[in-house]
């Protein structure tokens, strides 16, 4: 068993099926929340690995895909400022096993973690692909 710390939207349907994937292989999936992180580009950018910076971006983004933000625009650090300032448009999850990390589930990292015998394909597109936002999880009250 692996402990994996998985970054994500809360209320993401995706992201709810990738977790569930990993608990199914065994895993420990530690979830926290992409968007309440204090992200620094040195940080954000050990995600990323060798991958192309337009790879970097989250192409369900609102922004993305109104076509307000073009990722092919984008120079590595002109990426990493823009999304430490609005981590909407950072590729989820982000993922952190073993000494090793990755931004999106069709990475190696994943097809390691998930077993030869799982294809995470079919949980990489958004499930509303209708454009209409995840809805907001209600925050748990502490009492």
Same mark, same amino acid.
């Given at each position: 068993?692996?402990?994996?710390?998985?970054? =994500?939207? $809360?209320?993401?349907?995706?992201?709810?099926?990738?977790?569930?994937?990993?608990?199914?292989?065994?895993?420990?999936?530690?979830?926290?929340?992409?968007?309440? =992180?204090?992200? !620094?580009? &040195?940080?954000?950018?050990?995600?990323?690995?060798? %991958?192309?910076?337009? !790879?970097?971006?989250?192409?369900? /983004?609102?922004?993305?895909?109104?076509?307000?933000?073009?990722?092919?625009?984008?120079?590595?650090?002109?990426?990493?400022?823009?999304?430490?300032? /609005?981590?909407?448009?950072?590729?989820?999850?982000?993922? =952190?096993?073993?000494?090793?990390?990755?931004?999106?589930?069709?990475? $190696?990292?994943?097809? /390691?973690?998930?077993?030869?015998?799982? =294809? $995470?394909? /079919? %949980?990489?597109?958004?499930?509303?692909? &209708?454009? !209409? $936002?995840?809805? %907001?999880?209600?925050?748990?009250?502490?009492?």
């Amino acid at each position: 068993m692996t402990e994996i710390v998985f970054y =994500e939207k $809360p209320g993401c349907a995706t992201n709810r099926k990738q977790k569930a994937l990993l608990a199914e292989a065994g895993h420990k999936v530690v979830a926290r929340d992409l968007l309440a =992180e204090s992200w !620094t580009a &040195d940080r954000l950018r050990s995600f990323f690995g060798d %991958t192309a910076v337009d !790879t970097w971006f989250n192409p369900n /983004a609102p922004q993305v895909k109104s076509g307000a933000i073009n990722p092919r625009a984008f120079d590595a650090d002109l990426a990493l400022e823009t999304m430490t300032a /609005a981590p909407l448009l950072i590729r989820r999850p982000l993922i =952190e096993a073993d000494g090793h990390k990755c931004s999106g589930f069709d990475r $190696p990292l994943v097809q /390691a973690l998930l077993g030869p015998d799982k =294809e $995470p394909s /079919a %949980t990489v597109a958004c499930s509303r692909p &209708d454009g !209409t $936002p995840c809805p %907001t999880p209600e925050k748990v009250s502490a009492e």
